[in-house]
C-alpha cells in the first residue's frame, strides 16, 4: 500500500513540476483529490481491508490526501504570483509619456467679447431681452423717431422684404419692445445680429450689436457716463480713458459718441487709431421724448438712457483685427488663437 501512496504523490510531484497555469492546475487537483479523484477513490478500497486495520487505512489515506492538497496548494499560490506578475507586466503602462489631449474647441472671438459685454452690464443689473431679427418699418424706425422717407434712414442701409417688413439694421427696436411691455424701472440689454447693406474691411452685412437702455425716475447723463466708464473699465485695460462727443441720433437727445483711448498706442497716435490716439466705442444718448412717448412712457415722470454698440467693433479693438470678413471666415487657424478669456 505505502508503494502505491508513493506511486501517487512521485506522479503528483512530476507533474506538479511541468504545470505551467492555474487553470492546468486545477486539472491536476481534480485528477488526484476531486470527488473521484485518485486519492478519494482509495477510501472505496476501504471494504476490501481487513475490519481492524481500516482505521489506520482510513488515517494514512487522509495524511496523503492533506499531503497531496498541501503540495497542490503551494504550487497554486506559486502559479498564481506567477500569472499575476506576468499580466502586470503586460498592462504595463509608461506613465512618463506624454499623454495624448483631446482637441478642445474654442469659443468664437466674437462670442467671448459678447459674453464679457453681457457679463459686464448684468453685473450692474441689465436683463437680457431679445426682439425679432426679421422686424417692421414702425419698430426699426417710425418708433425710434425716424419718421418714413427721413434723411436719417440713409444712416442704416437696410435690406427691406417689403415697404413694411425688413431685416433689422439695429437692435435699437429692443428698446420699443420693451418699453411697451414694460413699465420703468427698465435696465434691458438687447443683443443678436442685425443686417446692412455693407461689405468691406471693416463692414458685414449680417453683424451683431447690444442695445442698452434705463429708463427711471431722474435718469440724467451722468448716469450715461458713470455706466459707460464702469464698462470701459471693465472691457479694457486699465489705463484706458474714456470721451465723449456730442453727435447726433434721431433716438436720443442729446446724443454722444464714446470714444476710447486707442489700445494699440495707449492715446500716442497710431495706424489703428489714425493717428488720433482714440477710438471710438459706441453710440449713446438720453432717450429722445418723442421716443418715451410713443411707447407709452411718461416723459414728465421718466427719463431714459441707451447706447448700442457693435460686437465686431469691440472685439477688433480688443484683439487687433483689422479684416471684419477674418471673424466670418471660419478658418481654424485664425480662431484657435482666441482662447476663453
Ligand atoms: N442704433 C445705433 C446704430 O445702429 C446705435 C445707437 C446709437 C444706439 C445711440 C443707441 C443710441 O441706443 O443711443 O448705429
Given at each position: 500500500?505505502?508503494?502505491?501512496?508513493?506511486?501517487?504523490?512521485?506522479?503528483?510531484?512530476?507533474?506538479?513540476?511541468?504545470?505551467?497555469?492555474?487553470?492546468?492546475?486545477?486539472?491536476?487537483?481534480?485528477?488526484?483529490?476531486?470527488?473521484?479523484?485518485?486519492?478519494?477513490?482509495?477510501?472505496?478500497?476501504?471494504?476490501?481491508?481487513?475490519?481492524?486495520?481500516?482505521?489506520?487505512?482510513?488515517?494514512?489515506?487522509?495524511?496523503?490526501?492533506?499531503?497531496?492538497?498541501?503540495?497542490?496548494?503551494?504550487?497554486?499560490?506559486?502559479?498564481?504570483?506567477?500569472?499575476?506578475?506576468?499580466?502586470?507586466?503586460?498592462?504595463?503602462?509608461?506613465?512618463?509619456?506624454?499623454?495624448?489631449?483631446?482637441?478642445?474647441?474654442?469659443?468664437?472671438?466674437?462670442?467671448?467679447?459678447?459674453?464679457?459685454?453681457?457679463?459686464?452690464?448684468?453685473?450692474?443689473?441689465?436683463?437680457?431681452?431679445?426682439?425679432?431679427?426679421?422686424?417692421?418699418?414702425?419698430?426699426?424706425?417710425?418708433?425710434?423717431?425716424?419718421?418714413?422717407?427721413?434723411?436719417?434712414?440713409?444712416?442704416?442701409?437696410?435690406?427691406?422684404?417689403?415697404?413694411?417688413?425688413?431685416?433689422?439694421?439695429?437692435?435699437?427696436?429692443?428698446?420699443?419692445?420693451?418699453?411697451?411691455?414694460?413699465?420703468?424701472?427698465?435696465?434691458?440689454?438687447?443683443?443678436?445680429?442685425?443686417?446692412?447693406?455693407?461689405?468691406?474691411?471693416?463692414?458685414?452685412?449680417?453683424?451683431?450689436?447690444?442695445?442698452?437702455?434705463?429708463?427711471?425716475?431722474?435718469?440724467?447723463l451722468?448716469?450715461l457716463?458713470?455706466?459707460l466708464?464702469?464698462?470701459?473699465?471693465?472691457?479694457?485695460?486699465?489705463?484706458?480713458?474714456?470721451?465723449f462727443?456730442p453727435s447726433f441720433f434721431p433716438f436720443t437727445e442729446p446724443s454722444v459718441e464714446v470714444?476710447?483711448?486707442?489700445?494699440?498706442?495707449?492715446?500716442?497716435?497710431?495706424?489703428?487709431?489714425?493717428?488720433?490716439?482714440?477710438?471710438?466705442?459706441l453710440g449713446a444718448g438720453i432717450v429722445n421724448?418723442?421716443v418715451?412717448?410713443?411707447?407709452?412712457?411718461?416723459?414728465?415722470?421718466?427719463?431714459g438712457l441707451a447706447f448700442g454698440?457693435?460686437?465686431?467693433?469691440?472685439?477688433?479693438?480688443?484683439?487687433?483685427?483689422?479684416?471684419?470678413?477674418?471673424?466670418?471666415?471660419?478658418?481654424?487657424?485664425?480662431?484657435?488663437?482666441?482662447?476663453?478669456?
Open positions: 500500500m505505502q508503494e502505491k501512496f508513493n506511486d501517487i504523490k512521485n506522479r503528483l510531484k512530476e507533474e506538479l513540476s511541468s504545470v505551467a497555469s492555474v487553470r492546468l492546475l486545477s486539472d491536476i487537483k481534480v485528477k488526484y483529490v476531486g470527488k473521484s479523484g485518485e486519492v478519494t477513490s482509495l477510501l472505496r478500497g476501504m471494504k476490501d481491508i481487513a475490519p481492524e486495520m481500516r482505521s489506520s487505512f482510513g488515517k494514512m489515506v487522509n495524511d496523503l490526501k492533506e499531503e497531496v492538497s498541501a503540495l497542490i496548494a503551494v504550487k497554486e499560490a506559486e502559479l498564481k504570483e506567477k500569472e499575476l506578475l506576468e499580466k502586470y507586466e503586460k498592462e504595463r503602462v509608461d506613465i512618463t509619456l506624454p499623454g495624448k489631449s483631446e482637441k478642445a474647441g474654442n469659443i468664437h472671438p466674437l462670442n467671448i467679447v459678447k459674453n464679457q459685454i453681457l457679463d459686464a452690464f448684468c453685473g450692474m443689473g441689465f436683463e437680457i431681452f431679445e426682439g425679432p431679427e426679421i422686424d417692421t418699418d414702425y419698430y426699426c424706425f417710425q418708433a425710434l423717431n425716424i419718421p418714413k422717407d427721413h434723411p436719417a434712414r440713409d444712416m442704416q442701409d437696410t435690406f427691406y422684404f417689403t415697404d413694411n417688413i425688413l431685416l433689422r439694421p439695429h437692435t435699437s427696436p429692443g428698446q420699443v419692445r420693451t418699453m411697451e411691455s414694460k413699465q420703468p424701472p427698465i435696465k434691458i440689454l438687447s443683443p443678436g445680429r442685425v443686417y446692412r447693406a455693407d461689405d468691406d474691411a471693416s463692414h458685414s452685412p449680417m453683424f451683431h450689436q447690444i442695445e442698452g437702455l434705463v429708463v427711471d425716475k431722474g435718469v440724467s451722468c448716469d457716463k458713470g455706466l466708464d464702469e464698462f470701459v473699465r471693465i472691457m479694457f485695460d486699465s489705463d484706458t480713458k474714456t470721451r462727443r470714444d476710447v483711448t486707442c489700445c494699440k498706442c495707449h492715446g500716442k497716435g497710431c495706424s489703428l487709431c489714425k493717428g488720433t490716439g482714440w477710438i471710438e466705442i421724448k418723442n418715451l412717448e410713443m411707447s407709452g412712457i411718461d416723459s414728465n415722470v421718466y427719463s454698440l457693435g460686437i465686431e467693433r469691440i472685439t477688433m479693438i480688443k484683439y487687433g483685427i483689422s479684416d471684419i470678413r477674418t471673424l466670418f471666415e471660419n478658418n481654424v487657424k485664425f480662431l484657435k488663437q482666441f482662447n476663453r478669456r
